[in-house]
């Protein structure tokens, strides 16, 4: 079977479709990419630590997108792939230890009331804390700075943009959309025997590169209306 060249695929004109950069872009640096990804994934289904890996190349995705590179980067120098995927998830912690304490306080008010409003509290109270916590990722893609992510609250004035939350649906959507057809591609292939898991795994690897290619487009967006820093063309990739 002769694979699509994907690298020859053209971007939306002047990138202006967020759906269309989102699903293209993670495969313009051609399938190694991709290749790379679903190799690491399979080893991420039994070890934490080939997520990180995964999560530091989506970094890099979304710093290229939002300094307007023409292709996503090519996935080598894993000393700095997974030093990004390190302080990717580093970002996150100071975000996650607030909302774990907050949770805790919102347990304990729920358990003087009733059951039912208990778990409808805390059902809203995990989506809004998870919808302001994604922010961090477009947030930390155009500053570069764990310190200049959290100043001022700059994530939380993200999440309150029209384009955060554009793109926070158009992920859930598109990766859904993927997933389908996935499946699909997954049930075609079963007669294979080895077809399945190639797939599911070229799948994982492609789930997770899409939200970087997502805040990649929304950085550089904000970065126009001047809520973030500009990822100017000449700034590195990696952190």
């Known amino acids: 079977m002769v694979l699509p060249n994907v690298s020859e695929w053209e971007l939306p004109p002047d990138r202006t479709s967020l759906g269309g950069f989102s699903l293209k872009y993670p495969l313009s640096a051609g399938w190694k990419p991709i290749g790379i990804g679903a190799v690491i994934g399979l080893f991420a289904t039994f070890l934490i630590f080939p997520i990180i890996v995964l999560w530091g190349y989506r970094y890099r995705i979304s710093r290229a997108g939002a300094r307007g590179d023409d292709s996503a980067p090519s996935f080598d ?23 774990g304490v907050l949770t805790v306080a919102v347990l304990a008010i729920g358990s003087i009331v009733n059951e039912a409003f208990m778990i409808g509290i805390i059902f809203l109270w995990m989506i809004l804390a998870g919808y302001v916590g994604v922010a961090i990722h477009p947030t930390f ?26 793109g926070f649906l158009l992920g859930i959507v598109l990766r859904f959309l993927v997933g389908i057809a996935m499946f699909l591609l997954f049930i075609v292939t079963i007669i294979t025997l080895i077809g399945p898991f190639v797939v599911l795994f070229v799948w994982y690897a492609y789930d997770e590169f899409i939200p970087g290619a997502i805040w990649g487009h ?22």
């Open 77 to 99: 120098d894993f000393g700095s792939i997974i030093w990004n995927g390190v302080i990717l998830l580093i970002a996150f912690l100071p975000y996650a230890l607030v909302v």
């Open 141 to 166: 893609v155009a500053t570069g700075s764990i310190s200049e992510t959290y100043s001022g609250l700059l994530f939380l004035k993200v999440a309150a943009t029209r384009e955060y939350l554009i």
């Open 218 to 239: 929304v950085a550089r967006d904000l970065a126009e209306q001047e809520l973030l820093p500009e990822v100017a063309p000449a700034d590195e990739l990696d952190l």
